[in-house]
């Protein structure tokens, strides 16, 4: 599979990246800064420079095409409201749109629990996140696209221990960015495994054994 990565420098992209080669995956790994090159190179993966601001349509489904599934990860990761409008929103609708032009029907996107961060005391920036994760959702949703997105609770860092709780609707919870970046890595082979919106934390179900259940149920509920 040819898997092009929006964000591969991030938490979760470098990780997945590195879990897609070592099964025999080529993957691209866009990056606006230079410095990201060597991170996604390190990866097993080939770094591509691209801007989700500044990009067009056109622009990035010229990049985007002859591969078989895109994910992004992409994120503003608290640098400005403006910021997290043009890349975790426009960014992900332009995206979105130049897929569809590229011929690509697989897309995954990273995007964020509802509950994520609701025990603390919010920001209006960190409310102004929250509504365009949602409305990147809803964007992505009402494509015709072969979409799957994944709503992680709250991102952890130490290493996983590769095993999960997922569903179409769960209680909410913390999750290590490795056990992310391996259910994507799973799932994105699960062509079947589409049009779905999935909530994952850490749990007690192995990845792969939890990637079949939520198929499973998500099967079910369209019959």
Same mark, same amino acid.
């Given at each position: 599979?040819?898997?092009?990565? @929006?964000?591969?420098?991030? $938490? @979760?992209?470098?990780?997945?990246?590195?879990?897609?080669? &070592? #099964?025999?995956?080529?993957?691209?790994?866009?990056?606006?800064? %230079?410095?990201?090159?060597?991170?996604?190179?390190?990866?097993?993966?080939? %770094?591509?420079?691209? /801007?989700?601001?500044?990009?067009?349509?056109?622009?990035?489904? &010229?990049? *985007?095409?002859?591969?078989? &599934?895109?994910?992004?990860?992409?994120?503003?990761?608290?640098?400005?409201?403006?910021?997290?409008?043009?890349?975790?929103?426009? $960014?992900?609708?332009?995206?979105? /749109?130049?897929? #569809?032009?590229? $011929?690509?029907?697989?897309?995954?996107?990273?995007?964020?629990? %509802?509950?994520?961060?609701?025990?603390?005391?919010?920001?209006?920036? *960190? +409310?102004?996140?929250? !509504?365009?994760?949602?409305?990147?959702?809803?964007?992505?949703?009402?494509?015709?696209?072969?979409?799957? @997105?994944?709503? %992680?609770?709250?991102? #952890?860092?130490?290493?996983?221990?590769?095993?999960?709780?997922?569903?179409?609707?769960?209680?909410?919870?913390?999750?290590?960015?490795?056990?992310?970046?391996?259910?994507? /890595?799973?799932?994105?082979? !699960?062509?079947?495994?589409? !049009?779905?919106?999935?909530?994952?934390?850490?749990?007690?179900?192995?990845?792969?054994?939890?990637? +079949?259940?939520?198929? /499973?149920?998500?099967?079910?509920? #369209?019959?």
């Amino acid at each position: 599979m040819k898997v092009f990565q @929006i964000g591969a420098a991030g $938490g @979760i992209g470098r990780r997945l990246s590195t879990l897609l080669t &070592a #099964r025999g995956d080529e993957v691209t790994g866009m990056h606006r800064n %230079p410095d990201q090159a060597a991170v996604i190179a390190a990866t097993g993966a080939t %770094p591509v420079a691209g /801007d989700l601001v500044t990009d067009s349509v056109d622009e990035l489904a &010229a990049k *985007f095409h002859g591969h078989d &599934a895109i994910v992004f990860s992409a994120g503003a990761h608290g640098t400005g409201m403006d910021q997290t409008s043009l890349i975790d929103g426009r $960014g992900l609708e332009k995206s979105a /749109d130049a897929a #569809r032009f590229a $011929g690509v029907a697989r897309f995954v996107l990273v995007s964020v629990f %509802p509950d994520a961060g609701r025990a603390l005391n919010t920001t209006p920036a *960190f +409310e102004h996140y929250m !509504r365009v994760k949602k409305m990147a959702d809803a964007y992505l949703v009402a494509t015709d696209l072969d979409w799957l @997105i994944v709503r %992680p609770g709250t991102l #952890r860092n130490e290493p996983g221990k590769g095993l999960v709780a997922a569903g179409l609707a769960i209680e909410y919870g913390d999750v290590h960015r490795d056990d992310v970046a391996a259910f994507i /890595d799973v799932a994105l082979h !699960r062509p079947a495994l589409n !049009r779905v919106i999935i909530e994952l934390t850490d749990g007690h179900t192995p990845v792969a054994d939890a990637v +079949e259940l939520v198929l /499973d149920h998500a099967t079910t509920a #369209r019959k």
